[in-house]
């Protein structure tokens, strides 16, 4: 398929443990988008990268999450020290024209 | 603050009538205006897109009216099915085309 993937699709972390969540954007597209979605809630934005560069971070909710993508295609979102409020579906959107997103199916994060 | 507010949170009609789903902002002086579909367990899709000096936008049973003035966003689904049941999220992007800001959706069913 030629759309975004997001992996893993389910993770379980216990509090305090370090997660990373990998992001594959539909090849070609330069802009990547980070949403964090809580349950029955809409997608709230956390960071965004045009190729390799971060150009807005303003969304992450604490130094405890990082945001790469150093080749400018695949891109991963580490969380230290996990916490319950960290538990949320994690959504990658990747751009062509930086307008219409294309949104891959998103990793479900619970931290017991 | 930006506060983006979609009506009501489920909206219920019969098969073949037209859904009106509303999006008021305030704070903000978006370039564009989205909306999404979403469906449970899946990453919100794109459906239409109205810049800020639109004021509809249609495609094939979907219209979308934008009025910066009332800063108010109408989507109609016309001829509805049940197949149209899901999330319908609206987002306002600024003039940089980076960080999308996503209301809370209204879920749709549509009964036969």
């Known amino acids: 398929g030629a759309g975004v993937s997001q992996s893993p699709r389910y993770k379980v972390a216990k509090r305090g443990q370090d997660v990373a969540l990998r992001c594959d954007p539909i090849?070609?597209?330069?802009?990547l988008f980070w949403y964090q979605q809580a349950l029955g809630q809409g997608p709230e934005f956390l960071t965004y990268?045009?190729?390799?560069?971060?150009?807005?971070k303003s969304g992450l909710p604490s130094d405890r999450f990082f945001a790469e993508r150093p080749e400018g295609s695949v891109s991963t979102l580490k969380i230290q020290r996990t916490q319950q409020e960290d538990s949320a579906v994690y959504l990658c959107?990747?751009?062509?024209?930086?307008?219409?997103?294309?949104f891959g199916p998103g990793t479900r994060l619970t931290v017991l | 603050s930006q506060k983006i507010e979609q009506n009501s949170e489920a909206l219920n009609i019969q098969e073949g009538k037209t859904a009106t789903l509303t999006c008021n902002y305030t704070n903000y002086s978006p370039a564009y205006l989205q909306w999404y579909r979403q469906d449970p367990g899946r990453g919100p899709v794109f459906l239409l897109l109205i810049r800020e000096n639109e004021k509809e936008k249609r495609k094939e049973r979907l219209k979308v009216t934008f009025d910066t003035t009332l800063k108010q966003s109408l989507f109609h689904i016309t001829a509805s099915q049940p197949a149209d049941s899901a999330t319908y999220l609206c987002a306002l992007v600024g003039t940089n085309a980076g960080k999308s800001t996503f209301g809370d959706g209204t879920t749709l069913t549509v009964k036969p």
């Open positions: 959107a990747s751009s062509l024209t930086g307008t219409e997103q294309f």
């Open positions: 090849s070609g597209h330069v802009s």
């Open positions: 990268f045009q190729n390799e560069a971060q150009l807005d």
